[in-house]
């Protein structure tokens, strides 16, 4: 499946086995948390190495719950503990113009309307009332996910952001 040219996305990780049978515990990055099962295949990476797998799974909890195709028991599934699961950004679907996956803004370098550097953005967090930018640069920087009072433009292609703050913040 996975192309030379296809951005990988990491999407959770796996936190150990959950029952008997070889189902394991997902932390997930996704939202609503439950949609990383319908992002399958996942590619598998554990201590360097990497496999495409068939997954089903569902909510439960504050986690999610997943069964791999070839993981049949409880040994199989406390190996997994700790591996990070992958998706390629072909399996995510469109989203409208003006809507952004998290993962196309991180790398993307901040500057003021006047052209100042801020940072580049390195996490996005969910607070509940709009999402934060994590920027890292000189300092690190929070600055709020707000399309048009904050964030004026972004550009995907040149990988930058144009927002309405003061670098003195």
Not at 15 to 35: D, E, K, Y
Not at 64 to 83: F, M, P, T, W, Y
Not at 100 to 116: K, M, N, P, R
Request: charged residues 25%.
């Amino acid at each position: 499946m996975e192309q030379p040219d296809d951005e990988l996305i990491c999407v959770g990780h796996i936190l150990g086995a959950q029952g008997i049978r070889g189902w394991v515990r997902v932390f997930s990055h996704t939202s609503p948390r439950a949609n990383i099962v319908n992002y399958g295949p996942w590619l598998l990476e554990c201590d360097g190495r990497r496999e495409w797998v068939d997954v089903s799974g569902r909510q439960q909890g504050k986690h999610v719950v997943a069964k791999l195709d070839g993981i049949d028991d409880r040994n199989q599934a406390e190996a997994l503990s700790g591996c990070e699961l992958f998706i390629s950004a072909r399996q995510l679907p469109r989203l409208p113009a003006g809507d952004y996956y998290w993962s196309d803004l991180i790398g993307l370098e901040v500057q003021t309307l006047h052209a100042e550097p801020l940072g580049v953005i390195e996490s996005m967090l969910e607070t509940g009332a709009d999402d934060v930018m994590v920027l890292g640069g000189d300092r690190e920087r929070l600055i709020p996910f707000v399309i048009d009072e904050i964030v004026r433009e972004i550009d995907l292609e040149a990988r930058r952001m144009v927002v309405d703050w003061s670098p003195e913040f």
